[in-house]
């Protein structure tokens, strides 16, 4: 059939029944497959993207260019892209509480941290070849002095100069020499992100001189809350020994940058107070009992005072605290000399002021058995293998709070 055009030329109309033909059995498998791997490239391009901006959307102030004026007033830029070699087991929710026993109650945290992410589990995390090693030397009677590198970088930037000398999460060991000890470093964290990428891109090159074997955890604390500093350091000691049976744990303030090479980030034989000498207080120990800023504690010695209290919300009275009960548990305070035992503070504004501390204090004493890792109660959001420390985002769960 045809018919005359617009312009007068003819054009051939298709037959009906050559157009009905079209919808065969065959053809029309032909077009549901087609349509079936459509649908399926589709979901793989949706769910690909969405998982990278579910990745982006947590810790997102370290992962990509971040301009930003925090509280304490510290401007800076940090990671301008996620991390290359990150390892992300991240999860919605894990909730941990303690038994009386002091057995740490998790349903999740094992089996995530246990999984194909964490390759550098409890059974091969130091390993070493079949090689007997000489045991690593540490200390030195030589005056070694560290000069900090104050200057702001973006963490990408310090990944770039460290990364290829660590493994993920933070990790170092020493490669001719067998370690002595294996020490965790646990920095409690919130909102200093100028200070971290400053504290990072020192307290490794510091550290690595040392020959010792070490893994740095940054336990930050969701918003809401005052922030506890002492109930972070509880948690980053729980976590970490789910990943390794530390030795010892160095409790570290991210503002605070160590002088000289002499001050050993060892196991201590008594509770060590490393940060003895602070500029800030002009080079000279505030008081005999402070156990603040740097302090180093074996895994017995945590255990046996129960960890820290948990009570302490906004800044000021945790550490006299601790000191209180190392006393109590008939343990003294150890120091370096105070030349050697020199820090440098990174500048922040005052912190607010704990309003219970004192009362916490004098009433302290009686909650040594009850208040600390025995009975801390959290929730974990998430937690990252970043390539120079391994992070956790935790949420304390208390209802006795003072703003």
Not at 156 to 182: R, S, Y
Not at 210 to 233: C, D, H, L, S
């Amino acid at each position: 059939m045809k018919l005359n055009s617009l312009y007068g030329n003819d054009i051939n109309i298709l037959n009906v029944d050559a157009v009905m033909s079209l919808f065969t059995t065959n053809n029309g498998v032909r077009a549901l497959l087609f349509v079936v791997c459509l649908l399926f490239l589709f979901n793989i391009i949706v769910n690909y993207f969405g998982y990278k901006n579910e990745n982006e959307s947590s810790f997102s102030k370290l992962r990509k260019i971040h301009n930003y004026t925090n509280t304490n007033g510290d401007n800076g830029v940090l990671y301008k892209i996620a991390p290359k070699h990150s390892l992300d087991a991240s999860i919605v929710l894990i909730s941990s509480t303690s038994e009386p026993n002091g057995r740490l109650v998790s349903n999740t945290v094992e089996s995530i941290l246990n999984s194909s992410h964490n390759v550098y589990s409890s059974t091969n995390l130091f390993t070493t070849s079949q090689i007997t090693f000489p045991e690593c030397i540490s200390s030195s009677n030589e005056e070694k002095l560290f000069v900090p590198n104050v200057t702001l970088e973006s963490l990408d930037v310090v990944e770039e100069e460290l990364g290829p000398l660590l493994e993920p999460g933070g990790f170092f060991q020493p490669k001719n020499c067998t370690p002595k000890h294996h020490v965790a470093i646990v920095v409690p964290f919130r909102d200093r992100y100028a200070h971290l990428s400053i504290f990072i891109r020192n307290i490794h090159p510091f550290l690595m001189r040392q020959n010792i074997a070490y893994r740095i955890f940054i336990v930050e604390q969701t918003n809401g809350k005052p922030f506890n500093r002492a109930a972070m350091m509880n948690i980053g000691f729980l976590e970490a020994l789910k990943i390794y049976p530390w030795d010892c744990f160095i409790f570290h303030d991210v503002d605070l940058l160590p002088l000289d090479e002499r001050n050993i980030y060892s196991c201590p034989r008594q509770p060590r107070h490393m940060s003895v000498a602070i500029d800030t207080l002009n080079y000279r120990l505030p008081y005999r009992a402070i156990f603040g800023g740097v302090s180093a504690m074996t895994t017995e010695h945590f255990r046996k005072v129960n960890g820290f209290s948990n009570s302490y919300f906004g800044w000021g009275g945790e550490d006299d605290d601790m000191s209180n009960r190392l006393k109590h548990a008939n343990l003294f305070i150890s120091r370096y000399p105070i030349n050697i035992a020199r820090y440098i503070m990174l500048k922040h504004r005052k912190e607010k002021a704990n309003p219970k501390r004192y009362e916490n204090l004098v009433n302290g004493i009686n909650r040594f058995e009850m208040d600390g890792i025995n009975s801390i109660k959290y929730d974990l959001y998430s937690i990252k293998y970043f390539p120079m420390f391994t992070w956790y985002l935790a949420e304390i769960k208390v209802s006795d709070v003072t703003s």
